[in-house]
């Protein structure tokens, strides 16, 4: 199995920054592609990046491009979301998602191809 721990979600005024993190343990071979959803209050759980493993561009939701930044450091199994610019809609439940199933940052952007999530990381934007 995969566990995922994300951290670093808070509270931020618009036009901040945060960096969310998350730590992946356990069968860290399962984790080929990695990304982060969200979910607001009253919505549904929306894909915002994923990135692969090996070299290859990251994919993100257009309503974040130019505002966000997925990474990862394969050495640590820790894989980072880089959030500026940061509006009141931003604010949600931010997860950790895993894929042994697809080999593309795009084919996470499809929640049944998640095979692992973390316990989600609260960011709340005011304005």
């Known amino acids: 199995q995969v566990q995922l721990v994300e951290s670093g979600g808070g509270l931020v005024q618009a036009g901040g920054s945060l960096r969310l993190s998350c730590a992946a343990s356990?069968?860290?071979?399962?984790?080929?592609?990695m990304g982060w959803f969200r979910q607001a209050p009253g919505k549904e759980r929306e894909f915002v990046a994923g990135?692969?493993?090996?070299?290859?561009?990251?994919y993100y939701a257009d309503s974040v491009k130019g505002r966000i930044t997925i990474s990862r450091d394969n050495a640590k199994n820790t894989m980072y979301l880089q959030m500026n610019s940061l509006k009141p809609e931003d604010t949600a439940v931010y997860y950790c998602?895993?894929?042994?199933?697809?080999?593309?940052?795009?084919?996470?952007?499809?929640?049944?191809?998640?095979?692992?999530w973390g316990q989600g990381t609260q960011v709340t934007v005011s304005s």
């Open positions: 356990g069968r860290t071979d399962r984790t080929y592609v």
């Open positions: 990135i692969v493993r090996s070299v290859g561009s990251p």
């Open positions: 998602a895993a894929s042994a199933s697809v080999g593309t940052a795009q084919g996470l952007g499809v929640m049944a191809n998640v095979d692992y």
